[in-house]
């Protein structure tokens, strides 16, 4: 059996009892922003959404904030603006998860030529706002970039250039905006499917939803309806409702790989140009995650993993210009997400428009399209701007631009945070037997990482509960965390702990075959689940991580 923990049953309680001003469907970055942009208007505002927070696209990006240098060839420069203008916003509300990180862009060709056209790109990049946070770009000499990245193939090496961008934990990132409406007032619960939209007359008026745990069904009311579901509203059979004259959406297949940080020697990252496009080398703690891809792909979004053609064109990219002989044997996880973009059927998806739409019919609902992770809060607060009319858009303004997100602080408090954790991490590490003498800092620095000001809080509670043991072997999370997202981050099995909580499924060659066991059991703490449901779970989490996280070569042969 399970027992729903507190913050699901109030939020039960209140999504059936009361009437909203407005209703969002969707639980990724975009729905979780329109709850927060509506919450800061002071609108009573709820979400639900049908799995787990992020656990679509927004769960599964290229951990990058920033403006698109490729968009800069598409001549895109208001879109690059405005996510330069966001990525500065998100350097500042949210410093704990999203940091600003050089990148070399290795320049080959023609010496003079390729260096003056591509660094005109970039000092126009500079331009439409990343000197702001970064500086200005720098041009390396072909030895300079060579000091920067060793293994970069040398011949026809001409330069680089340094420049900076931010990298993130896009999960993560789109809880901390849910959580801070939640702490505005909001209500949103997971696991809820939002079967079909409830009508008065012609107005719509709520959803009808059914708790994917119970098996219970219950009506939504509520004034406004935004439909944030993202792709999962390209696919007729699954989306929310139909939206008269809504715009077409091209789905876009971008794949990664993730593989272990001393595989591939580098001060930071690279940007590799490829025809059309670029592919990233992104740093994460102990890895290097490479992406992404730019395919069509007509499967439901639920069911995309990374497909091996996928991961041979980005091995390809990688050793044509990196003298590493990077193989699959290096891969220890891939994950692939859906992008809904906005264009033509059977039209490029590299060309498809990254800029959002929103669009909304005779019968209230509205429907937030296209976009980029990078401009979620634009994004949010346009959708909810069009759901509330242009008079009281105007009465009610969004205040999102200057609203830290749960857990942030300035950098310096977050050193003080992380060197405030050493000592009782030292002193469990002790009590367990932890040998490794780095253990205590680097955990320290990788929890106030993930939680900012709330990393002391997550401390007490190991303390509290005698979870303050790593989660396994070579893993630098504490078994407190698990607790942690069931009581505060609206975790409700396995998958969402290891695969959006932690990113473990992603970067644990077994895909935390190894910690599952121990993972249920402390849920099985939290949300009532006796021996035999334990192990059930652990069986469920573990065929979806090996489908969607795992090698595709491995689990199709």
Known sequence: ????????????????????????????????????????????????????????????????????????????????????????????????????????????????????????????????????????????????????????????????????????????????????????????????????????GERLIGASVRDLVSGN????????????????????????????????????????????????????????????????????????????????????????????????????????QIDIDLTKGDIVGTYAGMRPLVGDPGGSTVKASREHRVAADASGLVRISGGKYTTYRVMARDVVDVSLGRTEARRRKSATAELPLVGAAPLAELAEVATSLERPLRDAAATHGQANAKWPARVARRLADRYGREAPEVMALANELDLARPLGEGVDHLQAEVAWAARHELALSIDDVLARRMRLAQELPDRGASIAPGVAAILGDELGWDAPRQAAEVDVYLESARREYGLPWATTR
């Open 1 to 200: 059996m399970t027992t729903d923990p507190t913050w699901r049953k109030d939020a039960l309680e209140a999504l059936a009892g009361e009437r909203f001003d407005v209703l969002i469907v969707g639980g990724g970055i975009v729905g979780a922003g329109a709850l927060l942009d509506a919450t800061s208007r002071g609108l009573r505002a709820a979400l639900v959404e049908q799995r787990d927070i992020a656990s679509g696209t927004s769960g599964r990006s290229s951990r990058l904030i920033h403006g698109g240098l490729r968009y800069l060839e598409q001549l895109h420069f208001g879109l690059v603006y405005e996510a330069l203008e966001e990525r500065a916003r998100l350097l500042r509300l949210a410093p704990h998860l999203v940091r600003l990180v050089p990148f070399l862009f290795p320049i080959y060709g023609i010496p003079l030529f390729h260096q003056a056209f591509y660094g005109s790109g970039i000092f126009l990049y500079d331009l439409l706002g990343a000197r702001r946070d970064g500086g200005f770009s720098k041009h390396l000499r072909p030895s300079s970039a060579i000091e920067y990245a060793p293994d970069l193939r040398r011949k026809g090496l001409t330069g680089g250039i340094i420049y900076h961008d931010g990298v993130e934990d896009d999960a993560r990132l789109a809880l901390a905006v849910l959580r801070t409406a939640l702490r505005g007032g909001a209500v949103a619960a997971t696991r809820l499917h939002a079967d079909k939209p409830l009508f008065d």
């Open 217 to 320: 069904e219950f009506e939504i009311r509520a004034e406004r309806v935004i439909d944030a579901t993202g792709v999962w509203a390209a696919n007729p059979e699954a989306r929310f409702a139909t939206l008269e004259g809504g715009d077409t959406f091209v789905p876009s297949r971008g794949s990664h790989i993730v593989i272990r940080r001393d595989r591939l020697p580098a001060t930071g990252g690279l940007t590799l140009r490829i025809p059309g496009r670029v592919v990233f080398i992104i740093p994460w703690p102990g890895h290097w995650i490479i992406g992404t891809t730019d395919h069509s792909d007509s499967r439901t979004p639920e069911s995309v993993s990374a497909p091996e053609d996928d991961v041979d064109e980005l091995l390809a990219t990688v050793n044509k």
